[in-house]
């Protein structure tokens, strides 16, 4: 299995609205991201778990809060969100923390009302 | 933290001609350098990437060189193909050990017109 999965492709919500991306990988890869990627822009880091250790850029609002239940499993919880926060929320794994291919699910997109 | 410029923005080539993407970084820790492609609506993936103790890597259309002391590196696609079409990312590598992500260029729009 090489595949990153990330649940849900697509996701609407209100700004009061609490939901949660999901992301899985079998690879036995020990580190994983959050990235978002507006329209036409890069993808920018938001979140790191290395060997399950939590690194974050802190530009992230609080209102997104990622949570890492083991090894292979990666969320993004979503709390009170803006419609600025729509994007498309790219998940990625790599084989360890540090300078290497990342494999990037298909994402999740975001739409906030 | 590292900062990365890409040029140029869009860049349109003829089907068959070559094409050439260039990237400057500013952090002189950082030692590895990944471009991606992005094809519409897709995710991006890994095309070709370079380490710091290497100048020149090629892999069939697909070369990218690194200039360390000027800190920049370059894609080049020869013989290119409306395949080819999609956005391109280049990327540094944060150095600080340990669970790094990468810092992306802004992209280039590559439009191969047949």
């Known amino acids: 299995d090489t595949e990153v999965t990330q649940t849900p492709k697509h996701l609407v919500m209100g700004m009061t609205n609490k939901k949660s991306l999901k992301c899985e990988q079998h690879m036995g890869h020990r580190a994983m991201y959050w990235y978002k990627q507006k329209a036409k822009k890069p993808p920018e880091l938001m979140f790191v778990?290395?060997?399950?250790?939590?690194?974050i850029n802190e530009s992230v609002p609080s209102r997104f809060s990622p949570e890492c239940p083991n090894s292979s499993l990666l969320n993004l919880h979503l709390h009170a969100l803006q419609p600025e926060d729509s994007a498309l929320y790219l998940c990625a794994s790599s084989l360890r923390g540090g300078p290497g291919e990342l494999f990037f699910g298909e994402g999740s997109r975001l739409t906030v009302l | 933290g590292e900062n990365v410029e890409q040029h140029p923005s869009t860049l349109s080539v003829q089907e068959g001609d070559s094409a050439v993407i260039k990237c400057t970084y500013s952090d002189s820790a950082s030692n590895y350098f990944p471009w991606y492609k992005q094809e519409l609506g897709k995710r991006p993936q890994l095309i070709i990437d370079?380490?710091?103790?290497?100048g020149e890597k090629k892999d069939q259309r697909i070369a990218v060189t690194l200039n360390k002391t000027a800190k920049h590196f370059s894609l080049h696609i020869t013989e290119t193909q409306p395949e080819d079409s999609a956005v391109y990312f280049c990327a540094a590598s944060i150095q600080g050990g340990g669970a790094d992500g990468l810092t992306f260029g802004k992209g280039t729009h590559l439009i191969i017109q047949p």
């Open positions: 370079i380490r710091s103790n290497v």
């Open positions: 778990y290395s060997y399950e250790k939590l690194s």
